[in-house]
């Protein structure tokens, strides 16, 4: 039996997003193939956003819709399917970058997560869930 937070799953244009905890309430879809999370125009409107040091300000993102320049930044605190995170590396895509018009607010890596379960018949995740004895 899985012991955890039961986060639960919204779809919208055929993509499963869930919704982070705390004040902004992004929403999310759980990628893969990302190093590091992306938020899509929410610079002006998350709180907790700062330049850390020794981060780049601005990197190239590759995608298969083609490559622009986005900022990197840091994450004070936050909170998602009950799993905190501090100093949260972040890539924010602005819409002058390319990154208008999306359902989601942004990516997050599943490499951030040891363990993710997916209830597709209930529509919700647990990221990292423990096992009950």
């Not at 936050?78 to 602005?94: I, M, P």
């Amino acid at each position: 039996n899985l012991r955890g937070e039961r986060t639960p799953v919204e779809l919208r244009e055929g993509r499963a997003l869930i919704t982070s905890a705390g004040r902004e309430r992004l929403r999310l879809v759980l990628d893969s193939g990302t190093p590091a999370m992306i938020l899509f125009n929410a610079d002006a409107r998350v709180s907790g956003l700062y330049q850390g040091p020794g981060d780049p300000q601005t990197s190239r993102l590759n995608s298969n819709l083609g490559s622009q320049v986005v900022w990197q930044k840091r994450l004070r605190d936050f909170s998602v399917g009950g799993v905190e995170f501090h100093d949260l590396r972040v890539t924010l895509c602005e819409a002058e970058g390319g990154c208008a018009g999306r359902v989601e607010d942004g990516l997050l890596p599943t490499s951030l997560f040891q363990t993710i379960y997916f209830n597709h018949r209930k529509m919700f995740v647990m990221l990292n869930p423990k096992t009950s004895e």
